[in-house]
RNA sequence: GGUCCUGUGGCCGAGUGGCUAGGCAGAGCUCUGCAAAAGCUCGUACAGCGGUUCGAAUCCGCUCGGGACCUCCA
């Protein structure tokens, strides 16, 4: 049996995964800054390490997983330019600026159960962490790595790079830092550009402020994550998840704080997805190409042909290796909405089979099902390669649906492979990629009312009354009922 | 400008130097009252130019594209 293998960010290589404490893991990811609606961007983090969450388990460990809600601090908003956006909007609107962040919380929440994503153990929001976050900062001020200007801290990167190995998460040399052309707000109050805010002080027109040892202001835009991870996760912990573009600044940034206050490395394994383009091009408000959860869902976006369902998107990003980019189209949308369906009929087939007695045993057929199936766990321990995965499954569906169709006896292989298959198949579509039926079967009423009408239609057929079964059969496919006569005789019916 | 990633058949995408990825679309066939679904068969692709090698999509170099980060960002 093989190993997980992670590919680790900070050494750019797979690594065997080995926790720090025997059977437990503790995992953090980067939560969403609700600010605004979820985004297609947003999906790909959460449903990534979703299953990389529901693996670990698979295999037997006890995860913590902690991810969380950023809530404070210097935001963005649509239409805005880039301040504390939260306090100016609630400002405006006469909004308490927690009445908008829980909004946006709530829709984020509804976006991950649509995607069929498990619930974190811990969610921690930034702003009920404020005391453990000024506690974070004292204790890097009180080793002589941060340095107060005009009631805001900020962190000495030059001292910490001296040290430490700075940049090596992002590949970066703090001389290249050096060269950044950019204004920033505050930067006269730095002595180093490279130097990054650990405290702001807020103006008197700031709403959300907190009282702090250097006066009132709010916390900088990365120690929330430190200081969250080492509450609930401990000093150091195993594997902490993100989008690559947090790489740099973000990332770097609490690998120096955790390091300066809590004496130690504070992550063993950085997994770091990849983006989801559209035309190439990331997804992101100053590029005009985001498409919210609601849009997503609902198809009400201009560069969207229809509506997708939430289990299609999932299904996206699970063809594809989290650290490539995704690009999205109508034209690859449409093409996953299929391949879907295909395998999840396949599934649901392969579950109404049942096996009796061998016969004619197809050793070929046999081993190549037991190769398929075993090589699931071969494929996921590869740096959670869910594609391969995938493919499997796809090789696995015709052979299902040929027992289906008796093409194939289920007895030609043997009772022990037909069960493997079965229940590896649940495992995995279910439990691991975490997949689930994107058509509803409706009500018992409708399921009753269906049933009449293939009674009917049944009975035309038999008297060769074509023009009313045709009939039966269009009218229900105008409604969105698709009908299909199977081999044995049978009809079946699906909501598309 | 700096750092890094990347370029696979009509589209999307796996690819660890030699052995079919897979999906969608397309073509043909089987089944079928018709349809849908399903099954079977089929494209022979790796940006270009060199190099290493018995052998490269896979390693190296150059050229040309594309992208990410360097600023909040999933």
């Given at each position: 049996m093989s190993e997980l293998k992670v590919y680790n960010s900070l050494n750019?290589?797979?690594?065997?995964?080995?926790?720090?404490?025997?059977?437990?893991?503790?995992?953090?990811?980067?939560?969403?800054?609700?600010?605004?609606?979820?985004?297609?961007?947003?999906?790909?983090?959460?449903?990534?390490?979703?299953?990389?969450?529901?693996?670990?388990?698979?295999?037997?460990y006890k995860v913590r997983y902690v991810r969380n809600i950023t809530d404070a601090g210097h935001f963005e908003e649509e239409g805005r330019e880039a301040e504390d956006k939260i306090s100016k909007k609630a400002v405006l609107e006469k909004l308490e600026p927690m009445e908008l962040v829980q909004k946006y919380t709530n829709l984020f929440h509804w976006g991950m159960q649509q995607f069929n994503t498990l619930a974190p153990s811990?969610?921690?929001?930034?702003?009920?962490?404020?005391?453990?976050q000024i506690g974070m900062i004292e204790k890097i001020i009180a080793?002589?790595?941060?340095?107060?200007?005009?009631?805001?801290?900020?962190?000495?990167?030059?001292?910490?790079?001296?040290?430490?190995?700075?940049?090596?998460?992002?590949?970066?040399?703090?001389?290249d830092l050096l060269e950044t052309t950019r204004e920033l707000d505050g930067q006269e109050e730095k002595r180093d550009r490279a130097d990054f805010a650990l405290w702001k002080s807020a103006a008197p027109e700031h709403i959300m402020r907190w009282q702090s040892p250097w006066g009132?202001?709010?916390?900088?835009?990365?120690?929330?994550?430190?200081?969250?991870?080492?509450?609930?996760?401990?000093?150091?912990?195993?594997?902490?998840?993100?989008?690559?573009?947090?790489?740099f600044p973000h990332h770097?940034?609490?690998?120096?704080?955790?390091?300066?206050?809590?004496?130690?490395?504070?992550?063993?394994?950085w997994m770091h997805n990849n983006m989801i383009t559209i035309n190439g091009r990331k997804m992101g408000k100053s590029y005009g190409n985001v498409i919210t959860f609601t849009e997503l869902f609902s198809g009400s976006h201009p560069i969207l042909e229809k509506a997708f369902h939430p289990m299609v998107i999932r299904f996206f990003i699970l063809q594809t290796h989290y650290r490539s980019t995704l690009d999205f189209s109508n034209e690859a949308l449409m093409a996953s909405e299929k391949g879907l369906k295909r395998l999840w009929e396949a599934y649901e087939n392969l579950n109404k089979l049942s096996y009796t007695t061998a016969r004619n045993f197809d050793a070929e057929l046999d081993a190549r099902i037991v190769k398929l199936v075993n090589e699931f766990e071969e494929f996921m321990n590869d740096d959670i390669s869910t594609?391969?995965?995938?493919?499997?499954?796809?090789?696995?569906?015709?052979?299902?649906?040929?027992?289906?169709?008796?093409?194939?006896?289920?007895?030609?292989?043997?009772?022990?492979?037909?069960?493997?298959?079965?229940?590896?198949?649940?495992?995995?579509?279910e439990n691991i990629l975490g997949l689930q039926a994107v058509t509803d079967t409706g009500d018992d009423k409708l399921q009753g009312v269906?049933?009449?009408?293939?009674?009917?239609?049944?009975?035309?057929?038999?008297?060769?009354?074509?023009?009313?079964?045709?009939?039966?059969?269009?009218q229900l496919s105008k409604l969105g009922i698709a009908l299909k006569d199977e081999k044995d005789g049978n009809t079946t019916w699906n909501i598309e």
């Amino acid at each position: 049996m093989s190993e997980l293998k992670v590919y680790n960010s900070l050494n750019r290589a797979k690594e065997v995964f080995s926790p720090l404490v025997p059977g437990h893991v503790g995992m953090y990811v980067c939560g969403p800054t609700v600010s605004g609606e979820s985004h297609l961007g947003h999906s790909r983090p959460y449903i990534t390490f979703d299953v990389v969450y529901r693996y670990l388990q698979h295999l037997g460990y006890k995860v913590r997983y902690v991810r969380n809600i950023t809530d404070a601090g210097h935001f963005e908003e649509e239409g805005r330019e880039a301040e504390d956006k939260i306090s100016k909007k609630a400002v405006l609107e006469k909004l308490e600026p927690m009445e908008l962040v829980q909004k946006y919380t709530n829709l984020f929440h509804w976006g991950m159960q649509q995607f069929n994503t498990l619930a974190p153990s811990i969610e921690p929001t930034a702003t009920g962490h404020i005391v453990e976050q000024i506690g974070m900062i004292e204790k890097i001020i009180a080793d002589g790595y941060a340095y107060v200007v005009n009631g805001s801290v900020y962190f000495d990167v030059n001292k910490y790079a001296a040290n430490y190995d700075y940049g090596k998460l992002s590949g970066r040399k703090i001389d290249d830092l050096l060269e950044t052309t950019r204004e920033l707000d505050g930067q006269e109050e730095k002595r180093d550009r490279a130097d990054f805010a650990l405290w702001k002080s807020a103006a008197p027109e700031h709403i959300m402020r907190w009282q702090s040892p250097w006066g009132v202001g709010f916390p900088g835009w990365h120690i929330e994550c430190s200081a969250m991870a080492t509450k609930y996760l401990g000093s150091q912990f195993d594997i902490h998840g993100g989008g690559m573009d947090l790489q740099f600044p973000h990332h770097e940034s609490e690998i120096a704080q955790s390091t300066i206050c809590n004496h130690e490395k504070p992550v063993r394994y950085w997994m770091h997805n990849n983006m989801i383009t559209i035309n190439g091009r990331k997804m992101g408000k100053s590029y005009g190409n985001v498409i919210t959860f609601t849009e997503l869902f609902s198809g009400s976006h201009p560069i969207l042909e229809k509506a997708f369902h939430p289990m299609v998107i999932r299904f996206f990003i699970l063809q594809t290796h989290y650290r490539s980019t995704l690009d999205f189209s109508n034209e690859a949308l449409m093409a996953s909405e299929k391949g879907l369906k295909r395998l999840w009929e396949a599934y649901e087939n392969l579950n109404k089979l049942s096996y009796t007695t061998a016969r004619n045993f197809d050793a070929e057929l046999d081993a190549r099902i037991v190769k398929l199936v075993n090589e699931f766990e071969e494929f996921m321990n590869d740096d959670i390669s869910t594609a391969k995965v995938l493919a499997n499954m796809f090789e696995l569906a015709p052979v299902i649906n040929s027992m289906k169709d008796k093409t194939i006896a289920v007895e030609s292989i043997s009772a022990e492979t037909f069960a493997l298959l079965q229940t590896q198949m649940k495992l995995y579509m279910e439990n691991i990629l975490g997949l689930q039926a994107v058509t509803d079967t409706g009500d018992d009423k409708l399921q009753g009312v269906m049933e009449l009408l293939i009674t009917i239609r049944k009975e035309a057929k038999t008297k060769k009354d074509f023009v009313t079964s045709d009939a039966i059969r269009n009218q229900l496919s105008k409604l969105g009922i698709a009908l299909k006569d199977e081999k044995d005789g049978n009809t079946t019916w699906n909501i598309e």
